[in-house]
C-alpha cells in the first residue's frame, strides 16, 4: 500500500508525529463521552431540565436506542464506501464537523424551558450518531501504523490519551462552575467568565466549549497521521462499489465464521459496558443527588484509573492477546455492575441497612456512596481495556484490504444492538418507576458476551 508516497507494509512503522497525532484523536473525542454523556451535562439534563430523574433517565434512554439504530444501520456501508474510495479522512472531517455544531445546541438546555426539550434530544442523538461514525474511520487507520505486534500498545494508549483529555475537561468544568474548591471567589450568583449560576450556564457552556476542543485536538490527526491514497474513481461508483461488496461480504460471512462470532459476543458486551457508562452518572444523580460538583470529582477519580489502566491493558494485549484481555475487562465491568445493583438509598449489598444521605452531607460521606465509589473503580479499571482490545482485535481478525468495512461491521455490532439496551432500561424504568433495573440488564448484557466469547478464536501472531 502507498501512503504519501512511501510504500508500507503490514510491518512498517509511522513516524512518532504520525501516530502521536492519531492518538490525540481520541483525546479530542472522549471530553465529548466523558463531560457531556457520562458525568455532567446529561445528569445535568434528565435532573434539572426534564425535572424528574426517572422520566430523564427514560427521555435519554429512548434517544441513545434512536441514535443507536442509526448508527448500527448505516456505520457498515459507509466502511465499504471508504474502503472502496480508499480515503478515511474527508469522512472523518464531515462527522467532527457535525458532532461540534450538534454540541453548540447543547446551550439551549436551560430549566424552565420545555420549548426546546426535543431540540436538545434531537441535538444528543445528532452528536452521538456524528461521534460514533468518526470512530469507524479512525479506528480504520490503526493498522497502517505500527506492526501488528505493537497494535494493543497504540490502541491502548490512544484510550489513554482520551481519558487523559476527558480528565483535564473535567478539571475545566469543576473550575470554571465551582471555582470556590481552587480558592477563587466569583461575585454572588456568578461562576467564572460571568457564567449565570441560576441559568446553569456553566453546565450549558460545556456543548460550545466541546466545540472548539473537538476542532482543536483533531487538527494534528488531519495534518500529519497518513492517510490511505484515494482510487481517484468518480463517487457515484465509489458507492456502487462499496455497496455492493458490504452484500457480499454480508451473503460469504461463513466465509469469516471466526469474525462472525467476534462480533456478536461485542455487539452483546459493548452493549452492556455502554449502558453502564450512559447511566451511571443518572444513577448516581438521582439516587444520591448529585450535582455538577459531586459529579465532576467522581469523574476525575474514575478517570484517574481509566487512563493508566488502559495503558497498561495495551502492554497486556500484546502480550497475551487481545481475547484474555478483553474477558478481564468484562469480568471487571461484571463486578461493579453487580455492586451497583446492591446499592438503594438505604441499603448496600443486597439489603445490609445504612443511613441515607442527609441534606448538608459533604460529597463522599455517606455510606452509600463510599461503596458505590468503590464499584466504579472496577468499572473504571475494565471499561478502557475492554474497549482497546476490542479495537485491537478487529484489526487481527481482518483482512487487510478491508478494514474499514470490517471496522464498520464492528461498529454495526456495537450498535446493532445498541438500541436495545437502552430501549429496554427505558421501558424498564418507566415500567418499575426504578432506576435499579438499569444495572440488571447492564449485567444480562455483560453475561452473555462473555459466554460468547470463549468460542472466538484469536489469530497467533
Known amino acids: 500500500m502507498t501512503v504519501n508516497g512511501k510504500v508500507t507494509t503490514p510491518e512498517a512503522t509511522a513516524s512518532l508525529r504520525a501516530r502521536l497525532s492519531w ?9 465529548y463521552f466523558t463531560v457531556i454523556t457520562t458525568f455532567i451535562f446529561v445528569p445535568y439534563f434528565t435532573s434539572q431540565v426534564v425535572g424528574n430523574s426517572v422520566q430523564g433517565q427514560s427521555l435519554w434512554a429512548f434517544t441513545q436506542a434512536a441514535a443507536g439504530a442509526v448508527v448500527a444501520l448505516g456505520a457498515p456501508f459507509l466502511g465499504a464506501i471508504a474502503d472502496a474510495g480508499g480515503r478515511r479522512k474527508p469522512w472523518l472531517l464531515g462527522f467532527q ?11 439551549l438546555a436551560q430549566p424552565g424551558r420545555p420549548e426546546v426539550l426535543w431540540l436538545v434530544l434531537l441535538a444528543l442523538a445528532l452528536a452521538n450518531i456524528s461521534a460514533e461514525y468518526s470512530i469507524v474511520f479512525n479506528n480504520a487507520l490503526l493498522p497502517g501504523l505500527v506492526p501488528p505486534g505493537r497494535m494493543g500498545r497504540l490502541s491502548g494508549f490512544g484510550w489513554g490519551m482520551g481519558y487523559t483529555g476527558g480528565l483535564i475537561a473535567l478539571f475545566a468544568v469543576l473550575i470554571v462552575s465551582r471555582p470556590e474548591l481552587v480558592g477563587i471567589t466569583p461575585p454572588a450568583g456568578e461562576a467564572l467568565l460571568g457564567l449565570r449560576r ?11 466549549a466541546t466545540l472548539i476542543w473537538l476542532l482543536l485536538f483533531s487538527l494534528p490527526m488531519f495534518l500529519f497521521t497518513p ?6 474513481k468518480p463517487l457515484g461508483q465509489v458507492v456502487r462499489e462499496g455497496v455492493l461488496r458490504l452484500v457480499e461480504t454480508v451473503a460469504h460471512l461463513r466465509q469469516h465464521k471466526n469474525t462472525l462470532r467476534f462480533l456478536i459476543a461485542y455487539m ?9 457508562i450512559a447511566f451511571g452518572g443518572v444513577y448516581a444523580a438521582g439516587i444520591f443527588g448529585w450535582g455538577t460538583t459531586e459529579l465532576g470529582l467522581f469523574g476525575i477519580a474514575l478517570t484517574v484509573i481509566a ?3 488502559v495503558m497498561a491493558a495495551g502492554i497486556l494485549d500484546d502480550r497475551i492477546g487481545s481475547k484474555r484481555t478483553v474477558q ?32 448538608g452531607m459533604g460529597a463522599f460521606t455517606s455510606t452509600g456512596e463510599q461503596v458505590f465509589f468503590a464499584c466504579a473503580v472496577l468499572l473504571g479499571l ?8 476490542s479495537r485491537t482485535m478487529v484489526a487481527r481478525l481482518a483482512p487487510p484490504d478491508m478494514l474499514a468495512e470490517f471496522y464498520g461491521m464492528f461498529s454495526l455490532s456495537g450498535r446493532a444492538t445498541s438500541f436495545l439496551a437502552p430501549l429496554l432500561i427505558g421501558f424498564a424504568t418507566a415500567a418499575f418507576a426504578s432506576q435499579r433495573v438499569a444495572a440488571v440488564i447492564v449485567l444480562i448484557f455483560l453475561a452473555a458476551g462473555f459466554i460468547l466469547l470463549w468460542r472466538v478464536a484469536e489469530p497467533k501472531r
Open 328 to 359: 478481564l475487562a468484562i469480568l471487571l465491568v461484571g463486578a461493579g455492575a453487580l455492586g451497583i445493583l446492591s446499592i438503594t438509598a438505604d441499603t448496600v449489598l443486597f439489603g445490609i441497612g445504612i443511613t441515607p444521605k442527609a441534606p
Open 23 to 31: 492518538a490525540m484523536f481520541d483525546w479530542a473525542n472522549q471530553p
Open 382 to 389: 475494565g471499561m478502557g481495556p475492554m474497549q482497546a482490545a
Open 307 to 309: 487512563a493508566p489502566s
Open 227 to 232: 492517510d490511505r491514497p484515494g482510487s481517484g
Open 268 to 276: 452483546l458486551y459493548f452493549d452492556g459496558l455502554n449502558a453502564v
Open 198 to 208: 441560576d441559568s446553569f450556564e456553566a453546565e450549558r457552556i460545556i456543548g460550545p
Open 97 to 107: 464537523v457535525m458532532l461540534a455544531l450538534a454540541c453548540t445546541l447543547l446551550w
